[in-house]
């Protein structure tokens, strides 16, 4: 066989070895898959003129499978909150989760807590995601510190009114979509 034709048939044998080791791994990964029913994933500083080191974290997710009750949402979320001599942080277990396009409200039960009489206190905090400049609002802004005030209900907020700090991260929104 001369060149040519060696090298003719050894590119069509390539060929089909790559297409019948493509074709079906890209047929499995094609398939849908169902996403999860709410969620609220991230990591951010607030923006404090003062320079109050603030830190807001959340892995909360709602399955599928469940989207027709947000009080079996799952994950944590996590807040700290720093300045001068003061501070404190707290470890929320999340007891509910709605969303409603980029805006989640988030309700937990605090686990873990340096700040005296928090832990067993539910909070809630409202995210609003804006991209890089996402909004942030919580609870105890009306109720008062967690275990000094009122708790609210499951899977209440307050209105995000506080800013992201410019360049310190990201909060993301999957939208709920329960069927009505």
């Not at 603030?54 to 947000?70: G, N, R, Y």
């Not at 989760?97 to 396009?101: E, S, V, Y």
């Not at 605090?110 to 009489?117: K, R």
């Given at each position: 066989?001369?060149r040519?034709?060696?090298?003719?048939?050894?590119?069509?044998?390539?060929?089909?070895?790559?297409?019948?080791?493509?074709?079906?791994?890209?047929?499995?990964?094609?398939?849908?898959?169902?996403?999860?029913?709410?969620?609220?994933?991230?990591?951010?500083?607030?923006?404090?003129?003062?320079?109050?080191d603030?830190?807001?974290?959340?892995?909360?997710?709602?399955?599928?499978?469940?989207?027709?009750?947000?009080t079996?949402?799952t994950?944590?979320?996590?807040?700290?909150?720093?300045?001068?001599?003061?501070?404190?942080?707290a470890?929320?277990?999340?007891?509910c989760?709605?969303?409603?396009?980029k805006?989640?409200?988030?309700?937990?039960v605090?686990?873990?807590?340096?700040?005296?009489?928090a832990?067993?206190k539910?909070?809630g905090?409202?995210?609003?995601?804006?991209?890089?400049?996402?909004?942030?609002?919580?609870?105890?802004?009306?109720?008062g510190?967690?275990?000094?005030?009122?708790?609210?209900?499951?899977?209440?907020?307050?209105?995000?009114?506080?800013?992201?700090?410019?360049?310190?991260?990201?909060?993301?929104?999957?939208?709920?979509?329960?069927?009505l």
């Open positions: 066989m001369n040519r034709t060696r090298t003719v048939v050894l590119c069509c044998a390539l060929l089909l070895l790559t297409a019948g080791t493509i074709g079906p791994a890209a047929t499995a990964t094609d398939a849908p898959q169902q996403r999860e029913a709410a969620a609220v994933t991230g990591t951010a500083k607030l923006y404090r003129s003062a320079g109050d603030i830190t807001v974290s959340f892995d909360a997710h709602l399955a599928a499978k469940d989207t027709d009750d947000p079996k949402a994950g944590t979320f996590e807040f700290s909150h720093y300045r001068n001599d003061f501070g404190a942080w470890k929320a277990e999340v007891d989760l709605i969303t409603g396009g805006v989640a409200v988030v309700s937990g605090i686990t873990d807590s340096d700040l005296p009489g832990k067993g539910r909070v905090v409202t995210v609003h995601d804006l991209g890089r400049h996402d909004r942030l609002g919580y609870s105890w802004a009306a109720t510190l967690p275990g000094a005030g009122q708790e609210p209900p499951k899977c209440v907020g307050s209105a995000p009114f506080e800013k992201v700090k410019k360049g310190t991260g990201d909060f993301t929104v999957a939208p709920w979509q329960p069927e």
